[in-house]
């Protein structure tokens, strides 16, 4: 599948497995690879890589257009997890419009959940640890697409 040497692939995998990525099993004389999820880095590599896998820049981008967008999360449908939000976005734009963006290029079978909210509210709510906001802004493998309000996350 991959048009490479086994040697070559072998090599590769077994380097994964001394640095801790991966794990492997051997079961009727045939090895099997797993990805090791206690790895130290590996919700920074998951996001690197569903980052480039879905590529929701073009989605960023288009749903930045819609209006004026502070800070944008991506999570739940738009990476394959389950989430109490697939999309919270912090600004100020038309809900028809942004469910229709949606309706048209989230290839999804169960319709995504979003959240909209002003930016007074949002702050207001990371002020108050609020844990519905806390969750998504902190968790590493959802991906943040618009952050113009950095400083007041830290």
Do not use: W
């Amino acid at each position: 599948m991959l048009d490479e040497q086994i040697n070559s692939v072998r090599r590769e995998l077994d380097s994964l497995k001394r640095l801790g990525l991966l794990r492997s099993r051997t079961k009727n004389r045939k090895k099997y690879y797993t990805v090791n999820k206690n790895f130290l880095l590996f919700n920074e590599l998951h996001s690197i890589i569903m980052k480039g896998m879905n590529s929701k820049e073009g989605l960023v981008k288009k749903i930045s257009k819609l209006g004026d967008v502070h800070f944008l999360v991506l999570s739940g449908a738009f990476l394959n997890k389950k989430s109490s939000c697939d999309l919270l976005l912090v600004g100020n734009v038309n809900k028809t419009e942004l469910e229709k963006l949606l309706d048209e290029e989230a290839k999804t079978d169960e319709p995504i959940k979003f959240s909209i909210m002003s930016k007074d509210d949002f702050l207001y709510r990371i002020e108050c640890n609020d844990k519905f906001i806390k969750d998504l802004v902190e968790d590493s493998t959802n991906i943040i697409g618009v952050n113009k309000l950095s400083k007041h996350l830290e």
